[in-house]
């Protein structure tokens, strides 16, 4: 006899019957409507929960800076947006690459079962199953989804294309197969800001390389000098333990170290003889100068190509120049850039020397060990000489 407004609303019930009114036909439709809106519910639930994976997929893969990282970052999270198995595998082609080497594609990244097809030798040797499935969606030019598999397709303005191939152990549901539209939609514009944001900086890293070789052609020194220092100095910065990040940065940014030297009179840039001392103080000035040039940036590696500029003629001991910075005051770019200056310089002809010979450029290298260069650095020199050796013979002339 309870009263049926004050049963639904303070007991969070959404019907009341009487027993009067329930025939069988009534109890009937009143189970499947209640099964059905419990069905709805979950739907709603389910969909809730998938946008809110989508959305943490999307802000994750488009923080990713290369095709390699968005590739695996794009497999883990479908997996984990549709709860499929492992088996996953990401590959791509140029616009004009699929159809020249007939269904051999470049694998980027993979998962589970496919994790074998990384390797070096095998890579594009896909299974036929999964390659039927890469031409057709390339052929068609569009995203395949069916029976237990999804097979993605994505063509950039420039015409490159991109596939996802995905395998689980159940059918994709009409709910499934949305997010993974609508997910994919997000990677698409991922995967053309990825591919312009590697446009823009390979673009950077040739006006670097440019800037860095203007300099060394005005002062007559030989070939490739620029990208030998940068080189090494990656390797250093590497075996130091440095980041990813700071190793590309300082490799990029010490193919700048000699900027300054565009500033120089050629009477003094290009003397065949010493220097007088009124001379020498002009040279010195190619650190200070480097600054004048670059002026004031945000970005990161222009920034460090000044600190690098303005310090690589200090020395460990403080008694470099201009400033006389001493041990760690001096920037580990610059400790680094120095030392893979001065080996290349050394071993190079100038207007004013004959390169030396290898052992003594070794020797001096040695003696300065906590005097010019961070002893550090000297002793990671020479536990990698044979790699140093490799790029110096890959990058002469």
């Not at 589970?112 to 969606?137: K, Q, T």
């Not at 070939?223 to 990656?234: D, K, P």
């Not at 900027?259 to 000035?285: Q, R, W, Y």
């Not at 120049?321 to 680094?336: F, M, N, Q, T, V």
């Amino acid at each position: 006899q309870a009263p049926a407004e004050k049963v639904i609303i303070d007991y969070d019930i959404n019907d009341y019957k009487e027993k009067t009114e329930l025939t069988a036909q009534k109890l009937f439709t009143t189970m499947v409507a209640s099964l059905r809106s419990y069905r709805d519910i979950l739907t709603i639930e389910a969909n809730r929960k998938g946008l809110e994976k989508i959305i943490d997929a999307a802000t994750y893969i488009c923080r990713l800076r290369s095709i390699t990282n968005l590739a695996s970052g794009v497999l883990t999270q479908l997996v984990s947006i549709l709860h499929l198995s492992e088996n996953a595998l990401y590959c791509q082609t140029s616009g004009i690459a699929v159809s020249n080497v007939q269904g051999s594609f470049k694998v980027l990244a993979a998962t589970g079962a496919y994790e074998s097809y990384l390797e070096a030798e095998i890579r594009g040797e896909l299974p036929g199953h999964v390659l039927d499935d890469v031409l057709r969606a390339t052929a068609l030019k569009q995203s395949i989804c069916q029976d237990n598999r999804y097979v993605g397709y994505f063509r950039s303005e420039r015409g490159e294309e991109t596939v996802i191939y995905l395998e689980g152990w159940r059918d994709l549901s009409e709910l499934d197969r949305r997010m993974i539209e609508v997910f994919c939609g997000n990677v698409q514009v991922a995967y053309e800001n990825v591919l312009l944001n590697q446009e823009i900086e390979g673009t950077q890293k040739e006006i670097i390389y440019t800037l860095g070789e203007l300099a060394e052609m005005r002062s007559l020194e030989t070939g490739n000098h620029v990208r030998r220092v940068a080189e090494y100095s990656r390797l250093l910065a590497e075996q130091y333990g440095l980041s990813q990040r700071e190793v590309e940065v300082i490799r990029l940014a010490s193919s700048m170290h000699d900027v300054g030297k565009v500033a120089i009179p050629d009477a003094i840039l290009n003397k065949t003889g010493p220097l007088s001392a009124a001379e020498f103080e002009v040279m010195k000035t190619h650190t200070i100068r480097a600054q004048e040039i670059m002026g004031l940036s945000d970005r990161e590696v222009i920034k460090t190509a000044i600190v690098i500029a303005v310090q690589h003629h200090e020395k460990f001991d403080g008694t470099g120049y201009p400033k006389g910075l001493k041990g760690e005051d001096i920037h580990i770019s610059a400790r680094i850039t120095a030392l893979a200056d001065v080996f290349d310089a050394l071993g190079n002809d100038r207007s004013y020397r004959d390169a030396w010979e290898m052992e003594a450029i070794l020797d001096l290298i040695r003696r300065e060990r906590g005097a010019h260069f961070d002893p550090v650095l000297v002793d990671l020199f020479f536990e990698n000489i044979d790699a140093i050796m490799a790029i110096r013979d890959r990058l002469a002339g």
